[in-house]
Structures are given as C-alpha cells and as structure tokens.
C-alpha cells in the first residue's frame, strides 16, 4: 500500500535532447521516479517515433508508451535563437540527455564539454549506437542493426533461422544503464559535489546482455547454438504440448526433474533412468529427454498441467500470446493498470516496476507536441518575446 512519501527524483529537473527509443525510455524511467523531463523537439515533426503508427488513437504506439509525464518545448535547432533557448534552460537543468548523430551536439554547441565548463555540476549523458570513440563511432544505429553487430541475433531463434528479438532489446538495454547512471551521478554529486559526463552506447549495452553465450565463446571457443524455446545447457527446458496447446518447463537441477517425472508424472523410472539422471545426461540425450516429457505432458490440459507443476514446485509458464498478457491475472489482480492522459484521449498503462511502498510513482501525461513550450519559454524570461519567436518559426 501506498503513501504520502515523496517522489525519489522529486525536484531534479532534466532536459532531454531526444528521439526514438533509448533515450527516451531513459527520460520516462526518470520522470517515473519524479524527475521534472522537458523535452526538446523539432517545430512541426517533433520526435520522429510520433509518426511509426496511428495504433492508440491515431497516436504512435512507440510516442505513448516512452513519453509519458514530460513536458514538450518545440524548438528549431537550427537557428541560433532556439539553440540558445536550450542552452538557457540546460544552465537551470541537473541532467541532459542527448541521442542526437553523433557530433550533432557538439556542432549545436551543447555538447557535454562545453556545458559543463559553464556547469561543472551538470550530469550530460550521450546516448550512441557505438561509443565515443573506436572505428564505427560515426556510423548509424539502430536496434535491429546493433542486435546484429552485437551478436544477438546469433543465439536467438530457430537452429534454422536467426532472428532479432520481438521487442528494441538493444535500445531497451541502452535507456535502461542511462537511467541507472544518471541516479548512480546523482548520488554521487550529493555526496561528492561533481557533475559528470557519461557515454552509454547500445552496442556495449547489448554485449553486455549476451551473458553466458559470450563466456561460452571466450572459454570454450564455440557458438552457442540457437535454441528456439529451449536451452544450449540446461534439460528438459523447452515448449512441451499438452491436449489443447503447450506449456514451457524449465528443469534447472535434478531435484526438479525428479520432482518432474515422479511427483507429477508418476514415473520413477525415468527419475532412475541412467541415461536421464542428471543435467548432464539429459543435455546429452535430449531428444530422448524431450520426448519422454513431451509424451507425459500431452495427456494433460495446459491449465490442470500448469496448477500441477505449480503445486509440485516445478518451474512452469503458460506459454501466452499478447492477449493473455493484457488480461493476465498476476496484473489484474495486483492492480498493476493505471490510466494515462494523451492528446486524444485516455489509455491503459502498466505501473513502473519498480515498486516503492511508501510512494507510487507517477505516470504524467503524454505531451501534445510544443504542449509547454509557452510555458517554458515564459519560465526563462522571454513571455514578451513568444510571439515573435512563434512568428518566426524559432518555436512551435
């Protein structure tokens, strides 16, 4: 239960320079948490992931779901005027946040240098696809093309065909160590008095989640191979059918498997079976393995099956589509939907994960593009010069 404690980034205001996917779910995780986010957009097209789709009420699925409690200041960056407004409110700001090309900052004379020789307490943090420096530090990157780079798209999918992973795994990866490193920073120059600048690219975001496959490479000398739903070492672990659909059981030991085939199954002979024994074994025979699970799973409905192995204490999942999910009982019932204004009407979100008890964090609006721009503009000084600026296509 919730209560009255007060939001952790309450307080903090931060200026976002941004577009897509990384860094904006950067921005949000932060204004998630009480961070007071304006962001800087393009006068008339604005961030161009407002226009991937017309799904939410003729809004972008993508603009809804990474933007939400930010304010709008529609600004064009290519007039002196408007950069000078940015650097104006960056000089009020704890925390910038930019995922321009790389260099455009800097050639915009907001680059992480030159503003924090203005503010040495300003926390600038450059979102890239490759890095601040190295050979492929100017080249184009997105998600798809960072997967690849990175070797995602190696270990996932079918033995027969590679794959990218069904959601922006690599911008995701990236926007989430900009969020942890601008509250890591925070903290520091509460304790310390030092800004910083800090460089987070998708590329090491996303090595950095390949995990074992990687140690299996450097130690091994081999690929791990793609599995589909299973697993290079761990057996039974995998998609198994049952009278009206599937079920994934993940076995991660051999206490589980003998839970497995005689707690549930009723089948000691298979928890005695030399070839089946052990983890080992069972990776080693797992055509075996498999097709002895899947010939006792498909006796049962996947429903009795999952309450089963639940009750039995066997690791288990209900292998659901996106329908099941927005319906999910372990959602529902914990009252996990909020709902959030947008410009054309009211949608459902879920609740930020993580959960504080004493405070519930917020989930601001959505923005109209140059929403707050007014509103801005009249906080730095300028309310006599707003419609001239309008006028003049400096602001939208």
Same mark, same amino acid.
């Given at each position: 239960?919730?209560?009255?404690?007060?939001?952790?980034?309450?307080?903090?205001?931060?200026?976002?320079?941004?577009?897509?996917?990384?860094?904006?779910?950067?921005?949000?995780?932060?204004?998630?948490?009480?961070?007071?986010?304006?962001?800087?957009?393009?006068?008339?097209?604005?961030?161009?992931?407002?226009?991937?789709?017309?799904?939410?009420?003729?809004?972008?699925?993508?603009?809804?779901?990474?933007?939400?409690?930010?304010?709008?200041?529609?600004?064009?960056?290519?007039?002196?005027?408007?950069?000078?407004?940015?650097?104006?409110?960056?000089?009020?700001?704890?925390?910038?946040?930019?995922?321009?090309?790389?260099?455009?900052?800097?050639?915009?004379?907001?680059?992480?240098?030159?503003?924090?020789?203005?503010?040495?307490?300003?926390?600038?943090?450059?979102?890239?696809?490759?890095?601040?420096?190295?050979?492929?530090?100017?080249?184009?990157?997105?998600?798809?093309?960072?997967?690849?780079?990175?070797?995602?798209?190696?270990?996932?999918?079918?033995?027969?065909?590679?794959?990218?992973?069904?959601?922006?795994?690599?911008?995701?990866?990236?926007?989430?160590?900009?969020?942890?490193?601008?509250?890591?920073?925070?903290?520091?120059?509460?304790?310390?008095?030092?800004?910083?600048?800090?460089?987070?690219?998708?590329?090491?975001?996303?090595?950095?989640?390949?995990?074992?496959?990687?140690?299996?490479?450097?130690?091994?000398?081999?690929?791990?191979?793609?599995?589909?739903?299973?697993?290079?070492?761990?057996?039974?672990?995998?998609?198994?059918?049952?009278?009206?659909?599937?079920?994934?059981?993940?076995?991660?030991?051999?206490?589980?498997?003998?839970?497995?085939?005689?707690?549930?199954?009723?089948?000691? &002979? *298979? =928890?005695?079976?030399? @070839?089946?024994?052990?983890?080992? %074994? !069972?990776? /080693?025979? +797992?055509?075996?393995?498999?097709? #002895?699970?899947?010939?006792?799973?498909?006796?049962?409905?996947?429903?009795?099956?999952?309450?089963?192995?639940?009750?039995?204490?066997?690791?288990?999942?209900?292998?659901? &589509? *996106? =329908?099941?999910?927005? @319906?999910?009982?372990?959602?529902? %019932? !914990?009252? /996990?939907? +909020?709902?959030?204004?947008?410009? #054309?009407?009211?949608?459902?979100?879920?609740?930020?994960?993580?959960?504080?008890?004493?405070?519930?964090?917020?989930?601001?609006?959505?923005?109209?593009?140059?929403?707050?721009?007014? =509103?801005?503009?009249?906080?730095?000084?300028?309310?006599?010069?707003?419609?001239?600026? +309008?006028?003049?296509?400096?602001?939208?």
């Amino acid at each position: 239960m919730t209560g009255p404690g007060p939001l952790p980034l309450d307080g903090y205001l931060v200026v976002a320079l941004e577009q897509a996917v990384a860094a904006p779910l950067a921005t949000r995780h932060l204004a998630d948490l009480g961070a007071r986010v304006v962001k800087v957009e393009r006068v008339g097209e604005g961030d161009f992931a407002r226009s991937y789709d017309d799904t939410v009420h003729g809004q972008a699925s993508h603009f809804v779901w990474l933007n939400r409690g930010k304010e709008s200041l529609a600004v064009d960056l290519k007039s002196p005027d408007g950069v000078e407004i940015v650097r104006e409110l960056v000089s009020r700001a704890d925390v910038f946040v930019q995922n321009l090309a790389p260099g455009a900052a800097d050639r915009l004379g907001l680059g992480a240098d030159e503003l924090r020789a203005r503010d040495p307490r300003l926390i600038a943090v450059n979102l890239s696809g490759y890095g601040a420096d190295g050979p492929m530090r100017d080249r184009r990157a997105y998600d798809l093309l960072i997967q690849a780079e990175a070797g995602l798209v190696s270990v996932t999918g079918t033995p027969e065909t590679a794959t990218k992973t069904g959601i922006p795994t690599a911008d995701i990866a990236a926007g989430t160590y900009v969020c942890n490193a601008v509250v890591s920073a925070l903290l520091r120059r509460e304790r310390f008095g030092d800004g910083a600048t800090v460089d987070v690219s998708m590329f090491d975001a996303t090595v950095e989640w390949l995990g074992h496959p990687l140690y299996v490479q450097m130690y091994a000398g081999r690929q791990v191979p793609r599995m589909g739903l299973s697993h290079a070492v761990i057996a039974p672990y995998d998609a198994y059918p049952t009278r009206d659909g599937e079920i994934l059981i993940g076995v991660q030991n051999d206490r589980g498997w003998r839970a497995l085939v005689v707690d549930v199954f009723g089948r000691p &002979d *298979l =928890a005695d079976d030399p @070839d089946l024994r052990t983890n080992i %074994d !069972r990776v /080693r025979n +797992r055509a075996k393995c498999d097709a #002895a699970v899947g010939a006792e799973t498909a006796g049962w409905t996947t429903a009795d099956l999952d309450a089963r192995l639940a009750e039995a204490g066997v690791p288990a999942a209900q292998v659901r &589509d *996106l =329908a099941g999910v927005v @319906d999910h009982p372990q959602l529902r %019932d !914990r009252d /996990r939907w +909020r709902t959030v204004t947008t410009p #054309a009407g009211p949608v459902e979100a879920v609740l930020p994960p993580m959960t504080f008890r004493d405070v519930e964090l917020s989930m601001g609006e959505v923005p109209a593009l140059g929403a707050h721009t007014d =509103a801005v503009l009249t906080e730095l000084g300028l309310a006599d010069r707003i419609g001239d600026l +309008r006028g003049s296509g400096v602001v939208g």
